[in-house]
T-cell receptor, first 118, second 112 residues
Framework: NAGVTQTPKFQVLKTGQSMTLQCAQD?????MYWYRQDPGMGLRLIYY???????DKGEVPNGYNVSRLNKREFSLRLESAAPSQTSVYFC?????????????????FGEGSRLTVL | KNEVEQSPQNLTAQEGEFITINCSYS?????LHWLQQHPGGGIVSLFM???GKKKHGRLIATINIQEKHSSLHITASHPRDSAVYIC??????????????FGKGTRLHILP
C-alpha cells in the first residue's frame, strides 16, 4: 500500500539549476496537487490536475511547471531554481470531490520533499 | 477572497484536557478537511466532512454550514496528540471542487 510516493526527499540546488520532483499515486485518484509549505504559512497550492491531461495554476505557480504524465504521475519542475523556492514540497491526491457525496475526496499526502536552493 | 482562519495558532495543555481547535471560512464550501502533521512532516487526513459531525476514537469534528465554522475536539488528550492540526476547505465552484485552501495550522503541545 504505497499511497502517494514522492521523490526525492531531500535536494540541494544552486541558483539557476533545474530539477523535477516526481509524484506517483496508486489509488486510481483523478485529482493530484503540488503544494509548498513555508514557516508561518499554510500549505499553498502551486498547481493541480483534476484529471489526466489537465493542469491548472494554483496560488503560487510562478517559477514552476507541471506535467500530468498519466493518471498515476504528476511531476513538478523548477526550470531555474531561486532561493525563494527553498521550501518543503508536498504532493497530494484525492478522488474528485462531488459535493453531494461524502467520503469521496479524502486527501492523501506524500511524505514531502525538502528543497534548499543556495 | 477565499480564506480559512484557524484559532488558536498555538495551544499548550495538560494531558487529559479536552481540546478544541476552531476553523472559520469565508464563503460556501463543498467539503472541509482536518489534517494532522507530526514533527518530521508527514500529513495525515483525519476527517473530511460537509455537514454534521464525525467521530473517530478520541477525535470529533463538527461543522456548522450556516455559521461557516468547524471545530476539531480531542477528548482525554495525550502527549502523542502533539502535532500541528490543519483545516482545509474545498471552496465550491460549479463542477470544479479541486482547489483546496489551507489554514495556517494550530500547533498543539500536550504536556505529560
Amino acid at each position: 500500500n504505497a499511497g502517494v510516493t514522492q521523490t526525492p526527499k531531500f535536494q540541494v540546488l544552486k541558483t539557476g539549476q533545474s530539477m523535477t520532483l516526481q509524484c506517483a499515486q496508486d489509488m486510481n485518484h483523478n485529482s493530484m496537487y503540488w503544494y509548498r509549505q513555508d514557516p508561518g504559512m499554510g500549505l499553498r497550492l502551486i498547481y493541480y490536475s483534476a484529471s489526466e491531461g489537465t493542469t491548472d495554476k494554483g496560488e503560487v505557480p510562478n517559477g514552476y511547471n507541471v506535467s500530468r504524465l498519466n493518471k498515476r504521475e504528476f511531476s513538478l519542475r523548477l526550470e531555474s531554481a531561486a532561493p525563494s523556492q527553498t521550501s518543503v514540497y508536498f504532493c497530494a491526491s484525492s478522488r474528485r470531490v462531488i459535493w453531494t457525496h461524502e467520503n469521496t475526496g479524502e486527501l492523501f499526502f506524500g511524505e514531502g520533499s525538502r528543497l534548499t536552493v543556495l | 477572497k477565499n480564506e480559512v482562519e484557524q484559532s488558536p495558532q498555538n495551544l499548550t495543555a495538560q494531558e487529559g484536557e479536552f481540546i478544541t481547535i476552531n476553523c472559520s471560512y469565508s464563503v460556501g464550501i463543498s467539503a472541509l478537511h482536518w489534517l494532522q502533521q507530526h514533527p518530521g512532516g508527514g500529513i495525515v487526513s483525519l476527517f473530511m466532512l460537509s455537514s454534521g459531525k464525525k467521530k473517530h476514537g478520541r477525535l470529533i469534528a463538527t461543522i456548522n454550514i450556516q455559521e461557516k465554522h468547524s471545530s476539531l475536539h480531542i477528548t482525554a488528550s495525550h502527549p502523542r496528540d502533539s502535532a500541528v492540526y490543519i483545516c482545509a476547505v474545498n471552496f465550491a465552484k460549479v463542477n470544479r471542487d479541486d482547489k483546496i485552501i489551507f489554514g495556517k495550522g494550530t500547533r498543539l503541545h500536550i504536556l505529560p
